[in-house]
């Protein structure tokens, strides 16, 4: 244990002690106050709020493009499950996205704010409508990076929580080797488990590597990592694919 006197601090807590303690308000369920509790101790929610991104998970893509650098000057985004907006706010930044010259696409079924550079469309994904809509917002161009933040609420029954996150992340996935350049990143939420045999063995034969990574931001204590598939080969290898069956 830390004795603080010890550290010269004449026996004051410093700041990282002092954690906010909230108590169960009458009507707010446990739970809540739990999360509460969690938000206001949450180093990512006031740094978020200082640098002025709309959610602490702006630091997720921030921290894995660090690594994996998907964003260049100039790239062309996607992003599903956009709002708040905090990915799309790190992908317009970084990419150098304008109103005049917008290059990142963003897409949520709730509502959001406009953001600078981001074209913003409120859509459920799964529509069929869906992915025409961003294609065409491209403008005709392909895009660089797909990235996927997509993630239903949980309805507590765990196959079903399964496999609906599965079919999230497989339309995300045939949307991104539709529209990626040669060379282009695709990054998804995916839970516990990781992604399934199938999908991962589809994007194996699509991108030269695919990985998961759990970026520090993401809770230690949630299931959620992300996949990660760069190097796409082309669209060409779904047609060879095709012609060797
Ligand atoms: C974790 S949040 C995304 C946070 C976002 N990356 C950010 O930085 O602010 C997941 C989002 O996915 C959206 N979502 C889930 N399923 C969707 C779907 N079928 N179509 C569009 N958006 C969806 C939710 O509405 C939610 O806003």
Redesign the pocket.
Known sequence: MVNSKALGTGGRKSDKDLKIRVKTAKGRKVASTKWLERQLNDPYVARARSEGY??R??FKIKEMNEKQKFFKKGSRVVD????????SQVAAAAVGSTDANPLVVG????DMDPIPGVILFK????EDDAPGLLIDALGGHKADVVMS????PTTGHRATDHLRIVH?IEIAADFAIQVLAPGGSFVAKVFQGGTEHELLHMLKRHFNTTFHIKPPSSRKDSAEAYLVAKGFKGSNVAENAEEER
């Open positions: 709309r959610s998970a702006a599903l499950g956009a709002a708040p907006g905090g990915w897409i949520d079924y709730l859509k459920d994904f799964t933040d997509m993630a239903w999230l």
